[in-house]
């Protein structure tokens, strides 16, 4: 299955290289907006967008898998979607924090995806 992935976590573009990678240097719920946007196309989720224990707000990172095949609007994963969004709503991402922190966040979401 053809999938597409779509992250704001540069570790992510620099290590998938088998399937298409949408990267883009914006925040966690922007991510997932263009999730959003995607599945208004027709695209079906692959990955829960708020996948891990880690909570928004806690890193700025995220990365969802996609399928790079169009079908109906699939309601549910609107739904889905939009719910995750709101979630994030209530988090404070203006969090200051080391490249150290960035990097181990970088890993951690890589991670929850990609094992």
Same mark, same amino acid.
């Given at each position: 299955?053809?999938? !597409?992935?779509?992250?704001?976590?540069?570790?992510? @573009?620099?290590?998938?290289?088998?399937? =298409?990678?949408?990267? @883009?240097?914006?925040?966690? !719920? *922007?991510?997932?907006?263009?999730?959003?946007?995607? !599945?208004?196309? #027709?695209? /079906?989720?692959?990955?829960?967008?708020? %996948?891990? +224990?880690?909570?928004? #707000?806690?890193?700025?990172?995220?990365?969802?898998?996609?399928? %790079? =095949?169009? #079908? *109906?609007?699939?309601?549910?994963?609107? /739904?889905? !979607?939009? =719910? +995750?969004? *709101?979630?994030?709503?209530?988090?404070?991402?203006?969090?200051?924090?080391? *490249?150290?922190?960035? +990097? $181990?966040?970088?890993?951690? $979401?890589?991670?929850?995806?990609? #094992?």
């Amino acid at each position: 299955m053809k999938k !597409i992935i779509i992250t704001n976590n540069p570790l992510v @573009q620099k290590k998938i290289t088998t399937y =298409e990678v949408i990267y @883009q240097k914006v925040s966690y !719920i *922007e991510v997932l907006k263009l999730v959003r946007d995607r !599945i208004h196309l #027709g695209h /079906s989720l692959l990955t829960h967008p708020l %996948a891990g +224990s880690v909570k928004p #707000g806690e890193t700025p990172f995220r990365t969802v898998i996609l399928s %790079a =095949e169009k #079908g *109906e609007l699939d309601l549910k994963a609107l /739904s889905l !979607i939009e =719910e +995750s969004i *709101e979630t994030c709503k209530k988090f404070d991402f203006n969090k200051n924090r080391n *490249e150290d922190i960035l +990097s $181990d966040l970088r890993l951690i $979401d890589y991670s929850l995806i990609f #094992g």
